[in-house]
């Protein structure tokens, strides 16, 4: 099993900052992907960014620009800088995993319990 522990999340004005950061624990051999998800009241949950093993890194073009997606792969932690806060982005963001826990093991999806972010204006 694969455990996954968020921490950052809180109450913003809109225009300012927040950093999220994820630490994986557990049985992990490798981690292919690791980033986050959020879900706003009512909607369905929807990628915010994902940091791949090879370093790539792709966002949702809503936070292009001002999200930033590190990942330190000794540590098996990603952060999710959050620059220049919306109302839009009020969600509860969740971190997310790709993980294989043997040699030639499957990969299998985790996911985090969720922190809420809040963005007043």
């Known amino acids: 099993q694969v455990q996954l522990v968020e921490s950052g999340g809180g109450l913003v004005q809109a225009g300012g900052s927040l950093r999220l950061s994820c630490a994986a624990s557990?049985?992990?051999?490798?981690?292919?992907?690791m980033g986050w998800y959020r879900q706003a009241p009512g909607k369905q949950r929807e990628l915010v960014a994902l940091s791949s093993s090879g370093g790539a890194s792709n966002y949702a073009d809503s936070v292009k620009g001002r999200f930033i997606i590190s990942r330190d792969n000794a540590k098996n932690t990603v952060s999710l800088q959050m620059n220049s806060l919306k109302s839009e982005d009020t969600a509860v963001y969740y971190c997310?995993?790709?993980?294989?826990?043997?040699?030639?093991?499957?990969?299998?999806?985790?996911w985090g319990q969720g922190t809420q972010v809040t963005v007043s204006s």
């Open positions: 557990g049985s992990i051999f490798s981690i292919a992907v």
């Open positions: 997310y995993t790709v993980v294989r826990s043997s040699i030639g093991g499957q990969y299998r999806n985790y």
